[in-house]
């Protein structure tokens, strides 16, 4: 038998429909819910991304903005449309989002939006707050990564948890969640020696490179939970992760955990998105 699949989709949902139960009961008390996208360029794949976004706002209730400007906007140009939406009081959650056209500095655009509308969670004040437990909106993506595993039902005080990728969006946060919640955690990373030393105690792994078959399954030990953050094409053009996913989940077996790609970490962090925004909104209710 094979590891169960952890369902992002699912989880999502039932997590969706509770936000949109709280962005009702917010707009009834005279404050909606309001997430600002800006999209500068016009990238094919963050195109999608945006438009999911906003798209996912609108089933929930919220007000969304979206903001399309052409890739020569200046960066003081955008600078200055992030200090008005700071001072909109029907935005709650600001998203420029990444790449930016490369004459943009991306840490003066991320230093600009205000803490409490920093629903990516990427700021220094952000990862401040992180780190030292201090209560803050967390990345979506490691912030859904946390829910996935909540799901499985295995707690992870005392368990080995390895995080493949030290990125500042997902790999450090990752980290730093999974040791707020007692887990005993080792980064590995492109200079690690001997991966798969590492990956065979691990009762959790999170692999976040964005290289296919970075875990394969020699690499992992019987019942463990594996979460997928990696986005890839296989040879054949189709969407698949950093794991190589049948070998992986029969090697598992039946006692373990794995998420599938697509349908496992993607909709939980437009999912997460939208939590950081109603808590963003919430907090000033």
Request: net charge neutral.
């Amino acid at each position: 038998m094979t590891a169960q699949l952890i369902d992002g989709v699912a989880l999502s949902k039932t997590i969706r429909t509770e936000v949109a139960e709280r962005a009702a009961a917010l707009t009834a008390a005279g404050r909606r819910p309001g997430l600002a996208v800006i999209l500068v360029g016009d990238d094919p794949a963050s195109a999608v991304y945006v438009r999911n976004k906003v798209k996912a706002c609108d089933e929930c209730g919220f007000h969304s903005v979206l903001e399309r400007y052409d890739a020569t906007l200046a960066e003081a140009t955008l600078l200055q449309r992030i200090a008005a939406l700071n001072a909109d009081p029907a935005i709650h959650g600001i998203l420029v989002q990444m790449p930016v056209p490369r004459h943009i500095d991306p840490h003066k655009v991320i230093e600009a939006i205000a803490t409490a509308k920093d629903v990516d969670g990427f700021s220094v004040h952000s990862a401040g707050a992180l780190m030292t437990g201090l209560p803050g909106l967390r990345p979506a993506t490691p912030f859904g990564c946390m829910k996935l595993i909540e799901s499985t039902g295995i707690g992870l005080k005392g368990r080995h948890a390895v995080v493949i990728g030290r990125s500042n969006t997902v790999g450090k946060p990752m980290a730093l969640l999974l040791l707020q919640a007692h887990a005993t955690v080792t980064v590995c990373h492109s200079g690690t020696p001997d991966l798969g030393a590492h990956t065979r105690l691990a009762d959790v792994v999170v692999v976040a490179v964005g290289r296919r078959n970075t875990l394969t399954a020699d690499m992992v030990k019987p019942g463990a939970v594996i979460i997928d953050v990696g986005t890839n094409r296989n040879d054949e053009g189709k969407l698949c992760g950093d794991v190589d996913f049948a070998a992986v989940r029969a090697a598992l077996g039946p006692g373990g955990h794995i998420t599938p790609v697509p349908g496992g970490v993607g909709p939980m962090t437009i999912t997460m998105l939208l939590v950081n925004t109603l808590q963003a909104a919430e907090a000033l209710a």
